[in-house]
């Protein structure tokens, strides 16, 4: 059961109109980094999750991200107010209500225009929201790992969007929902530890004749080593070595047939074979340069 309290998490003052930044803030409204698709993640984790202390906390941090998309939408409805009334009332010429609300020099007048200045479930560029975004595969040592990474993207975003704008109560919205994508982290890294073991994950051991090897497949200047590629827990792999097929097999793709489906391919690679003498015509050479003249070919 949903309750719906109408005070914001966190309020939204905003100094002024403004259609361009309105624009901008859709990429953490229905961007792929944003709350929707934050709060859709942890909502179908809750759902399936087995353990009740995970299950809480993916529910509450889901519920919480839908507070923020409020507040994002809030922001981006602000800044639209200006631009919203003059478009739906036609108060000023053509040329100066297009000028202002392509002031921004981005897709302002799209959101303005389709949208009426609302906050609709699209990205900064105008890219519908989709539930591709959410990446949960239903192992908990994945999905907890793919969290962190989305709080921390979700997190950079807010960065970047708060460089963008010297109003000071949008500043300070976004310095929040940026605080809380850390807050987020860590008990989602907390969550992560508290499974022994989390590495690797899933059940299935990894094969112990890979599991610690690095293979050196980029070469030439810039090479480096760390311990990321190298040192006593990695069997590094350089050169041709590194070109051998691990397994000692031949490196081929091999495949067990009947009598009859070997037949059958052989009759089809005679019938498609190419021929390895002669040199046949193109299409793509009639007309173009010929071999001793340098004319272009004409027709008899």
């Given at each position: 059961?949903?309750?719906?309290?109408?005070?914001?998490?966190?309020?939204?003052?905003?100094?002024?109109?403004?259609?361009?930044?309105?624009?901008?803030?859709?990429?953490?409204?229905?961007?792929?980094?944003?709350?929707?698709?934050?709060?859709?993640?942890?909502?179908?984790?809750?759902?399936?999750?087995?353990?009740?202390?995970?299950?809480?906390?993916?529910?509450?941090?889901?519920?919480?991200?839908?507070?923020?998309?409020?507040?994002?939408?809030?922001?981006?409805?602000?800044?639209?107010?200006?631009?919203?009334?003059?478009?739906?009332?036609?108060?000023?010429?053509?040329?100066?209500?297009?000028?202002?609300?392509?002031?921004?020099?981005?897709?302002?007048?799209?959101?303005?225009?389709?949208?009426?200045?609302?906050?609709?479930?699209?990205?900064?560029?105008?890219?519908?929201?989709?539930?591709?975004?959410?990446?949960?595969?239903g192992e908990p040592t994945a999905?907890?790992?793919?969290?962190i990474a989305a709080e921390a993207?979700?997190?950079?975003?807010?960065?970047?969007?708060?460089?963008?704008?010297?109003?000071?109560?949008?500043?300070?919205?976004?310095?929040?929902?940026?605080?809380?994508?850390?807050?987020h982290q860590k008990s989602f890294?907390?969550?992560?530890?508290?499974?022994?073991?989390?590495?690797?994950?899933?059940?299935?051991?990894?094969?112990?004749?890979?599991?610690?090897?690095?293979?050196?497949?980029?070469?030439?200047?810039?090479?480096?080593?760390?311990?990321?590629?190298?040192?006593?827990?990695?069997?590094?792999?350089?050169?041709?070595?590194?070109?051998?097929?691990?397994?000692?097999?031949?490196?081929?793709?091999?495949?067990?047939?009947?009598?009859?489906?070997?037949?059958?391919?052989?009759?089809?690679?005679?019938?498609?074979?190419?021929?390895?003498?002669?040199?046949?015509?193109?299409?793509?050479?009639?007309?173009?340069?010929?071999?001793?003249?340098?004319?272009?070919?004409?027709?008899?």
């Amino acid at each position: 059961m949903f309750a719906h309290n109408k005070r914001l998490q966190y309020t939204v003052r905003v100094a002024g109109p403004n259609p361009g930044l309105a624009n901008l803030m859709l990429e953490q409204f229905g961007g792929p980094q944003g709350e929707l698709a934050a709060a859709c993640r942890y909502f179908t984790q809750a759902l399936a999750e087995e353990d009740p202390g995970r299950k809480d906390m993916l529910m509450d941090i889901a519920t919480e991200e839908l507070s923020h998309l409020e507040v994002i939408g809030n922001i981006v409805v602000m800044l639209n107010k200006g631009a919203k009334g003059k478009l739906a009332e036609g108060v000023e010429e053509e040329g100066l209500l297009y000028k202002d609300i392509t002031a921004a020099g981005n897709d302002s007048h799209v959101t303005q225009l389709l949208y009426g200045g609302g906050a609709p479930l699209v990205n900064s560029a105008g890219v519908p929201w989709t539930s591709a975004y959410v990446d949960t595969i239903g192992e908990p040592t994945a999905d907890l790992r793919s969290n962190i990474a989305a709080e921390a993207r979700a997190k950079i975003v807010y960065e970047r969007l708060i460089n963008l704008t010297d109003d000071a109560g949008v500043r300070e919205a976004l310095g929040f929902l940026m605080t809380r994508e850390i807050a987020h982290q860590k008990s989602f890294e907390k969550a992560l530890y508290s499974i022994k073991p989390n590495f690797p994950p899933g059940k299935a051991p990894g094969d112990p004749r890979f599991a610690n090897v690095y293979f050196n497949l980029s070469r030439g200047p810039g090479d480096t080593t760390g311990p990321w590629n190298d040192g006593e827990q990695w069997d590094r792999r350089d050169n041709d070595e590194a070109l051998v097929p691990v397994d000692g097999g031949a490196g081929d793709a091999q495949v067990e047939l009947s009598a009859e489906q070997q037949s059958l391919l052989d009759q089809l690679a005679a019938r498609t074979a190419s021929a390895q003498d002669g040199d046949p015509l193109t299409g793509a050479e009639i007309g173009s340069v010929d071999a001793d003249g340098g004319k272009k070919s004409k027709k008899n």
